[in-house]
């Protein structure tokens, strides 16, 4: 007999994990960077899943959850080392708020696989505004100080 609570339970599990994607990825794409929509999107949806399959599992037991959260924070790592790229001769580094946001995308994904909506909602509010104000505080704070770059890596905000 098919559970139609269940399904739905997933349903909107994977549905907000791919809505925070999608926001996540649709900034990084409007500042031309290499993660867009499907690569935050994707990562959104797996760490949901991966939650929500190892939840079933062992019926939510924190030891077993906190290995499957340990091991995609850890892979994440090597994604985000894909999208940051160091310039040879300018010794500027690119790449690491797309990077950040890639994981932060994953442990918001895996909040709502793990049916914490409040958290992963409030995670994405702070997340869309720390990336909204980042960069033109950083740029603001530059400018009072008369620093010539944007931060101590890059010529400019990430």
């Not at 499957?68 to 999208?83: D, E, S, W």
């Not at 708020?97 to 994405?124: P, R, Y």
């Amino acid at each position: 007999m098919l559970d139609w609570n269940l399904y739905g339970t997933i349903a909107l599990r994977l549905s907000l994990a791919l809505l925070v994607g999608a926001i996540l990825g649709l900034n990084r794409w409007m500042h031309h960077k290499s993660a867009g929509i499907r690569t935050h999107s994707l990562v959104a949806i797996g760490s949901a899943t991966a939650v929500m399959l190892i939840g079933d599992f062992v019926k939510d037991d924190a030891q077993s959850v906190s290995r499957v959260l340990q091991g995609l924070i850890t892979g994440l790592g090597f994604l985000g080392a894909g999208v940051i790229i160091r310039e040879q001769h300018a010794l500027r580094v690119h790449g690491l708020t797309t990077a950040a946001s890639l994981w932060a995308c994953a442990i918001i994904g895996a909040s709502f696989g793990a049916g914490q909506f409040a958290l992963g909602a409030i995670s994405l509010a702070t997340i869309l505004l720390t990336l909204f104000i980042g960069g033109p505080l950083e740029r603001l704070v530059a400018k009072l100080n008369g620093v010539r770059r944007g931060s101590e890596i890059s010529g400019e905000p990430d």
